[in-house]
């Protein structure tokens, strides 16, 4: 008994995407009135075959603009220890030694500074009262030429005041931020409390990462939050992850080498 019309269909363009026929990641397919006029086929039918693509991640939708092929990430594997600040803290110096390390081509965009008023998580995470100054720090990774993840630090505006100026220079601090405060104003980072989400894209993340739109790519959250010596919070640190192309790995004690195959996929610690 030959399959269906709509699995028919489906198989073909499985076969066109796989070969490249279809074009490369990004790229859209035909549109549903193309589809029904190439195969001879009702809309419902088309929409049956687009719908099994979609589920095997070979295609993505995107309301109001169509349907493209996925593009094929290989995954970058994050490397969670006690005691190391560099994944979370936003070490791009660190990032991009590892990447290249990897043989992968790292990306990372000069910070995106703003001046704002705390409201929300970061008010609350650096225990200050709503419509408090504070400096936002936005930065987006790239491995390949693929956003892998975006991130942005909130420091407290009397930081800066104290003569951390730098902190508003829309310039990378090669040495990170943490170790700059430690130089310029002798203050330490004595421990931080790190807090793990899983949740939907927003509509931004969706469109930066080239998510599909119905949700079944969740975004890996790290909220990092650092504290002084005193337990004053100096900075909150949030760091998006799509889960499509990132995977994370926790080690404790003594633990044998990474395996080829999770090494053949990187690593960063």
Known sequence: MPDPMWKQIAEDLRQKIESGVLGSDGKPLPTELELQADYSASRNTVRDAIKWLVGRNLVYTRSGQGTFVAPKVDPFVTKLVAGSQSSAEGDSQAFTAEVLGLRRLPTVSLPRVEILAATGLPARELAVPRGTTVISRHQQRYIDGVPYSRQTTFYPMHLVERGAARLINAEDIREGAVHYLERELGIREAGWRDRFNVRLPDQDEGAFFSLPDDGRIPVFEIVRTGYDDSGIPLRVTVTTYPADRNQ????????????????????HE
């Open 248 to 267: 994370f790995v926790m080690e404790f004690g003594r633990v044998p080498g990474v395996p080829a195959s999770d090494r053949s996929e990187g690593s």
